[in-house]
């Protein structure tokens, strides 16, 4: 096992916790124990969220000699998903950890039920954050948190996962970079080859978010035509069945732009996410300063582009995550017009968990000497 000190970086909402009366928080504490029992080492595990030590605790220990001991501990529950920083702690350590080639340090723990994790969930849109976290060995804890703490059951599963915990540390291998194109080749991509695949994205990411930004704004309009056809019908007498017949035409409506507002959000975050290992490597590489004049010039102008692309997505981010408040309230009004304010709502979430993706992208580049470029 790596001398260096063993670290579980544990991921939960307090609010789970308070509800499940400390378990959660015992659970983690409980685990350490066992770890240390086993292994003679201790486990480190590190709690509050609320610090901003914690997420630069991960990140450090990650871009260091301490890379194969620091695991992220997403505790999931329906709750954990609702939260968005829960859900960019696990984008955010998924793609760094994907860039070392690690993928197994991303431990997740499947606490409270969420059906997507296992089993297709018909007229739910995918959750692109579950998907991340399905792709893992998860542990199910489903059961087992309704087990008292001191039963043979618990401190037997307990004692499994620390064994689990010991035994990924054991065979983890060294780090080993990703490059950016996940295709075989002859020789790997340089330096330039790699930042051109990133370079050649980026019009295609601006592309997408202009055009998801444009289909949202003709789905505003019709929702707002619906709200004046209400008021009209009720003004006449029109009653529920009035309401109802508007919520048929509005449904009618929505079909086609709903339907490429979910191809747009799944496009955005599917390209994003697969190259997101690369750059973090090529950001890392470009941090690391041993680069020729031509490189470091190169990686300049590259990371201004991306300090626009953040100016243009976070300020259509905002607007969207607005939108998608807005329309989460009226999805409750009707039956007819709930999956797709679903889908609208789920294709928006994608995008907020995209732009994870793009403002780690800019703490990195701010760390290093290239980051004093123009910012929008």
Excluded at 89 to 106: M, T, Y
Aim: aromatic residues 8%; charged residues 30%; hydrophobic residues 40%.
């Amino acid at each position: 096992m790596n001398n260096e000190q063993s670290a579980g970086f544990w991921s939960y909402t307090h609010r789970d916790d308070e509800l499940d009366d400390g378990r959660i928080v015992r659970l983690s504490e409980l685990i350490a124990s066992a770890f240390e029992m086993i292994t003679g080492e201790p486990l480190e595990i590190f709690l509050d969220k609320r610090s901003i030590e914690w997420g630069d605790a991960w990140r450090i220990r990650l871009e260091s000699a301490l890379t194969g001991t620091t695991f992220l501990i997403p505790v999931v529950t329906p709750k954990f998903l609702k939260s968005q920083e829960c859900r960019r702690e696990v984008i955010k350590f998924s793609g760094h950890a994907a860039s070392l080639g690690l993928d197994e340090l991303l431990l997740p723990i499947h606490y409270v039920n969420v059906p997507q994790l296992v089993q297709e969930t018909e007229g739910e849109p995918a959750d692109e954050v579950v998907e991340l976290i399905a792709r893992r060995q998860w542990v199910d804890w489903r059961e087992l948190r309704l087990e008292d703490e001191d039963s043979p059951v618990y401190r037997q599963a307990v004692h499994k996962l620390a064994l689990r915990i010991s035994a990924i540390l054991e065979s983890a291998p060294p780090a080993r970079p990703v490059e950016m194109s996940q295709e075989a080749a002859e020789e790997p991509p340089g330096f330039i080859e790699v930042m051109a695949e990133a370079e050649e994205a980026l019009p295609a990411w601006l592309e997408i978010i202009q055009k998801f930004a444009a289909v949202i704004a003709v789905i505003g309009q019709a929702s707002t035509w619906a709200t004046q056809e209400i008021g009209t019908s009720d003004d006449r007498g029109g009653g529920f069945a009035g309401r109802m017949r508007v919520a048929e035409q509005l449904a009618e409506r929505l079909a086609e732009p709903v339907a490429e507002v979910d191809a747009l959000g799944s496009q955005y975050w599917a390209k994003l996410s697969a190259i997101d290992p690369g750059i973090i490597g090529f950001i890392r590489l470009a941090g690391e300063g041993d680069l020729s004049p031509e490189d470091r010039q190169a990686a300049h102008d590259f990371f201004k582009e991306i300090r626009e692309l953040a100016g243009v997505t976070r300020e259509t981010t905002a607007q969207l995550q607005g939108f998608s408040d807005n329309v989460g309230g009226a999805a409750r009004s009707s039956s007819r017009l709930r999956p797709q304010f679903r889908t609208i709502q789920a294709s928006v979430q994608k995008v907020i968990d995209g732009q994870a993706v793009i403002d780690e992208w800019n703490r990195m580049i701010d760390d290093t000497d290239l980051g004093d470029v123009d910012r929008p």
